[in-house]
C-alpha cells in the first residue's frame, strides 16, 4: 500500500514537471529571436512565401491556440513533426537516443570506475600517495574541459597510435574515447563526494562499536562504514547520469557522434519549433525518470528511507 | 587462594596530544565474577581507562605512556594487533552508552551480532543465526526473527541497548566493560537494564566493568567500586565499606549529592568547582581545589593510593588516597 502511494505521488509529479516544462519551453522558443519560416524559405524568398510557410507550420495561429494544441499533443506523446525536415520529432529523437544512452553509460561507468575505489582509498589512507593522487585527479577533472581531454585523447590514441578509430560511429570502440573524456569530469564529482562521505562515516560512533567488536580493519572500513558512505553517492550518480542523457553537444561535435545533443543544437540553429519543444520534454521526462529510478535505489539500500 | 584476578591494571598512563593527562595512573582489579562499579564525574578519565583495556583508543592523538593491562596473566599491552583483535569482542566485549549511535544503521541486528559470531567463532552462517536467536531470547528481545531483521531505527531505546548487550554477550566473553549502559535511558528502562545486566552477569560467569557517574546506580549493580578523579583511583573498597564508611572527601562528598527519599524536600548538597581539565591538573592531590578539608600539604604532594586499617567487618582491602585519613574529616 505504502508503495502504491509512492509511485502514485512519483507519477504525480512527472506529470506535473512535463505540464511545467512544456509551457516554460513552448513560449521560451517563441520569445528567441528568429523564425522558421525564414530559414526554410532561404533568403530570395518574398514575405508571401514566407507566410504560406507559417500557414502551414501553423505558426500563423493565435499564440492561446498554439499552446493549447501543443499541450493536447503532450499529453499523447506526441511532438509533431519537424519544421525543417518534416520527420515525426519522436522518430527523431529515438534514432539518436540509443547513441546518447551508450555514451552516458560507458560515461558514468568509467566515471564511478576510476571514482569510487580511489575515493574509498583517499579516505582509508589520508594523506598518503593514493589520497594526493586521487585529489590531484579530482582538480583535474574539474579544471579540464572535456572537449579539450577529448581531443587530447583523440591525438594520443587515435592519431599516434591507431588504437581507435579517429571519427565515425559503428560498434563499442567509437564510444571508449569519448565516454573516457565525458567520464572523467564526472569522476572527479564523485571522487569528492566518496572520499568526504567516508571520511564522515569512519569518525562515527558505531564504528568504534565495529572496533570494539573485535572486527578486522578490513571489516570495519570496506563493510560497516562503506555501506554508509555510498548512499550519497549512488543519490549523486545517478543525478549525473541524468544530465548526460541530455546529451553532450561539445563531446558528440568533437567525436563526431549522431547524438542528441547534435540533434537539438541543429535544431536550434534552424529554429526548428517543434524539434526543440519535443527534444527539451523528452530530456524531462527522462531526467524525472532517472530520479525515479534513483530514488528506489537508494531506499533500497538505505533502511531509513524504506518505511517513510 | 580466593578468586583470582581477571583484570589488573597497573599504573596506566594516557596522554592526549598535545599535553593532557587524561589518565594518570590507574591501577584497577577486577576479579572472576566482580561486578567492579568505577565511579567518576565526567571528564574524570573513566572511559579513557576503558578504552585502554579494551585497545580502542583513538592513537594519536591518544597514547599510552606507560603501564599494564594484566588480561588473564597477560599484559594486553605487549601483543601483536592481530592477538588484541581476537580478544576485543571475544573475551573483553563492550556496552556502549548510547545504542542509537554505535549500532550501524545500515545493517540489520541479527547481522551485527552474527558476524561476531562467525569471525570469532568460526561459526557457519546457520549455527550463527540459531545462536543469534538464543541470545536475542537471553537478552529479552523475544527469540523469533522479527528483531533479527530488524534495523535499529526500528527498535525502541530500551530495545537498542537489549541488543546492544546481546552483541557483547554473544561470544561469552569472560569481562564486559559497561560504559554508562543507562545513562541515555529514562529511570523505568534503566532499572530492566541494570536487572538484565545483573541477570547474564550471574547465568554466563562474567565479570562487569561498570562505569558510571551515578553512585546510585552503581550501588545497585555493584560489588566493589573504584573512585577515579582527574584521571587517578582516590578510593576503592567494597560496596558496603565505601558506602557506611568513605574515607577520601570526594567519595564522602559524592555520596552526598545522591538524593534520598528520607531527606525530601531538602536542598541537594553538590560539590563546589568541577572536574579539572586534563591539560591542567592541579598539583599535588588533585582535589585539593574542591577539597573542605584541604592544606598547604595538599597542594605540595600528591598522597599514594593506600591500603588503610577499617572497621572489623570489612572484606578485602580498602584503599584511599588522602593525606588526612583518620586525621581529619568532613562535618
Not at chain 1, 278 to 287: E, L, N, P, R
Request: aromatic residues 8%.
Amino acid at each position: 500500500m505504502k508503495l502504491f502511494i509512492f509511485l502514485v505521488k512519483r507519477f504525480l509529479r512527472l506529470i506535473i514537471t512535463i505540464f511545467l516544462v512544456s509551457t516554460i519551453i513552448f513560449f521560451v522558443i517563441r520569445v528567441i529571436p528568429g523564425d522558421p519560416a525564414a530559414v526554410i524559405a532561404g533568403i530570395d524568398a518574398t514575405d508571401e512565401d514566407i507566410e504560406a510557410i507559417r500557414a502551414k507550420l501553423g505558426i500563423d495561429k493565435p499564440l492561446a491556440l498554439q499552446y493549447t494544441e501543443w499541450l493536447q499533443r503532450v499529453a499523447i506523446f506526441d511532438f509533431g513533426k519537424s519544421m525543417i525536415t518534416d520527420q515525426p520529432v519522436t522518430k527523431l529523437i529515438m534514432k539518436r537516443f540509443p547513441v546518447t544512452l551508450t555514451l552516458a553509460f560507458f560515461g558514468i561507468l568509467f566515471g564511478v570506475i576510476i571514482a569510487i575505489p580511489l575515493g574509498v582509498i583517499s579516505a582509508v589512507k589520508r594523506w598518503s600517495l593514493w589520497d594526493y593522487l586521487g585529489m590531484a585527479m579530482s582538480q583535474l577533472g574539474m579544471a579540464i574541459p572535456s572537449f579539450w581531454l577529448g581531443i587530447i585523447l583523440l591525438l594520443i590514441f587515435a592519431v599516434q597510435f591507431h588504437l581507435f578509430p579517429l571519427f565515425g560511429f559503428g560498434g563499442i570502440k567509437y564510444y571508449i574515447l569519448p565516454s573516457l573524456s565525458l567520464g572523467f569530469a564526472r569522476a572527479a564529482v564523485i571522487l569528492r563526494l566518496t572520499r568526504a562521505s567516508m571520511v564522515e562515516e569512519l569518525s562515527k560512533e558505531y564504528i568504534v562499536t565495529a572496533k570494539a567488536k573485535g572486527l578486522t580493519e578490513r571489516m570495519i572500513k570496506y563493510k560497516h562504514a562503506l555501506k554508509n558512505a555510498l548512499l550519497p553517492v549512488i543519490t549523486v550518480t545517478g543525478i549525473q547520469f541524468g544530465y548526460m542523457l541530455g546529451g553532450a553537444i561539445i563531446i558528440e561535435q568533437v567525436f563526431s557522434l549522431p547524438g542528441l545533443g547534435r540533434l537539438f543544437l541543429t535544431g536550434i540553429y534552424q529554429r526548428d519549433f517543434t524539434l526543440i519543444q519535443g527534444g527539451v520534454v523528452f530530456v524531462a521526462i527522462i531526467f524525472s525518470l532517472i530520479n525515479f529510478a534513483v530514488d528506489v535505489m537508494y531506499s533500497l539500500l538505505n533502511p531509513k528511507i524504506r518505511i517513510q | 587462594m580466593e578468586e583470582k584476578a581477571l583484570l589488573r591494571v597497573e599504573n596506566l598512563h594516557v596522554t592526549f596530544e598535545p599535553k593532557a593527562r587524561a589518565v594518570r595512573g590507574v591501577s584497577l582489579e577486577i576479579r572472576e565474577r566482580e561486578v567492579h562499579g568505577l565511579v567518576g564525574e565526567s571528564g574524570s578519565g573513566k572511559t579513557v581507562t576503558s578504552s585502554a583495556v579494551m585497545g580502542i583508543l583513538p592513537e594519536p592523538p591518544a597514547r599510552i605512556n606507560m603501564g599494564k593491562i594484566i588480561f588473564k596473566g597477560k599484559n594486553i599491552l605487549e601483543l601483536e594487533e592481530e592477538e588484541k583483535r581476537s580478544i576485543r569482542g571475544k573475551e573483553i566485549a563492550m556496552v556502549f552508552q548510547e545504542p542509537a549511535k554505535y549500532l550501524n544503521p545500515a545493517f540489520k541486528i541479527g547481522e551485527q551480532i552474527g558476524e561476531m559470531l562467525r569471525l570469532h567463532l568460526g561459526m557457519s552462517r546457520s549455527e550463527a543465526l540459531e545462536r543469534t536467536l538464543e541470545i536475542l531470547g537471553l537478552v529479552g528481545l523475544g527469540a523469533d526473527k522479527r528483531i533479527l531483521n530488524s534495523y535499529p531505527h526500528e527498535l525502541s531505546g530500551g530495545m537498542k541497548q537489549r541488543a546492544m548487550i546481546a552483541m557483547a554477550i554473544s561470544c561469552n566473553p569472560s569481562l564486559v566493560i559497561a560504559d554508562e549502559p543507562t545513562t541515555a535511558l529514562d529511570v523505568t528502562l534503566q532499572r530492566q537494564i541494570l536487572k538484565l545486566i545483573e541477570k547474564l552477569k550471574e547465568s554466563l560467569n562474567m565479570s562487569i566493568l561498570f562505569i558510571s557517574h551515578d553512585l546510585g546506580i552503581v550501588r545497585e549493580i555493584a560489588n566493589k567500586i573504584s573512585v577515579i578523579y582527574a584521571g587517578k583511583i582516590v578510593e576503592n573498597a567494597g560496596k558496603e565499606e565505601l558506602f557506611e564508611k568513605p574515607l577520601h572527601p570526594y567519595t564522602k562528598l559524592l555520596l552526598l549529592s545522591i538524593p534520598d527519599p528520607e531527606k525530601r524536600g531538602r536542598r541537594l548538597k553538590s560539590i563546589p568547582g568541577k572536574v579539572p581539565d586534563a591539560s591542567s591538573v592541579p598539583s599535588g592531590c588533585a582535589f585539593h581545589p574542591r577539597c573542605p578539608i584541604a592544606e598547604d600539604i595538599c597542594s605540595a604532594e600528591e598522597p599514594p593510593l593506600v591500603p588503610v586499617k577499617a572497621g572489623e567487618n570489612v572484606r578485602g582491602l580498602h584503599l584511599v588516597a588522602c593525606h588526612f585519613t583518620g586525621k581529619k574529616w568532613i562535618e
